[in-house]
């Protein structure tokens, strides 16, 4: 029997709901473990995403980490060589200089600190500076992710949660037929964008609502967070 792959978003998703429905997602993916290929997808370096994985009684078989920019597979969280030179090879040696050259221009911006991966990234508060400074950047070659009214990050052209799945699921030979991907926030759109079966949980970000309706390959589940996953994950599975 070929595995189910599960490729979720974490803040909100995997770790959203509540206490309730948290544990029944974990129990029922505990009790198919060998059956199910787990990918957490997040904005989040694998730094910051330390404390979350100590908590988890979950640990995933890959992660897709700052926002699809880096990937670790395995127990050991270990990069994994394709993968590394794809992302090395979208990441030019000169993209920090010629972004941080735009951000000058741009002081609302307020980058954040301890970013890991083939990024910068910036919190805003004003979404229309925000949406300026996006379209400054952007005719250098990059891709530009507003998300979740307050993040900001400048990705290599190409390179997204998504891709970077479609990526991971080519290097280790694992079937898109197969694969579930979940998430709540517009750096989820790229996951959804994909083709792949998805759900979008409940307590989503509106802007995320209207990005995928009419794709008729996404739930869009009435339960927040792990509920949702579950919802989809025991229908998909």
Wanted: charged residues 20%; hydrophobic residues 45%.
């Amino acid at each position: 029997m070929q595995k189910t792959i599960l490729a979720t978003d974490l803040d909100g998703t995997f770790l959203g709901g509540s206490d309730q429905q948290r544990a029944a997602l974990y129990d029922w993916i505990l009790a198919r473990r060998q059956e199910i290929v787990l990918i957490y997808a997040s904005g989040r370096s694998l730094t910051a995403m330390q404390d979350v994985l100590a908590d988890l009684p979950l640990q995933p078989d890959h992660i897709i980490a700052d926002v699809g920019t880096s990937f670790y597979s395995g127990p050991h969280q270990l990069p994994h060589a394709a993968m590394e030179a794809w992302l090395d090879g979208c990441w030019a040696a000169d993209a920090r200089e010629r972004i941080h050259a735009v951000l000058r221009e741009h002081p609302h911006l307020r980058i954040q600190p301890q970013v890991e991966g083939r990024r910068i990234s910036c919190f805003y508060d004003d979404l229309a500076l925000a949406q300026a400074a996006r379209d400054a950047i952007a005719p250098l070659g990059f891709d530009v992710l507003l998300s979740d009214d307050m993040y900001l990050d400048v990705l290599p052209q190409g390179v997204q949660k998504g891709p970077t799945l479609l990526r991971t699921l080519q290097a280790l030979s694992l079937s898109p037929e197969r694969a579930l991907v979940a998430g709540d926030t517009l750096n989820d759109l790229s996951l959804f964008q994909t083709g792949l079966a998805g759900v979008a949980v409940a307590n989503r970000e509106p802007r995320l609502s209207q990005a995928i309706a009419g794709l008729a390959h996404v739930h869009q589940s009435e339960l927040e967070g792990a509920g949702g996953v579950l919802e989809a994950l025991q229908r998909f599975h």
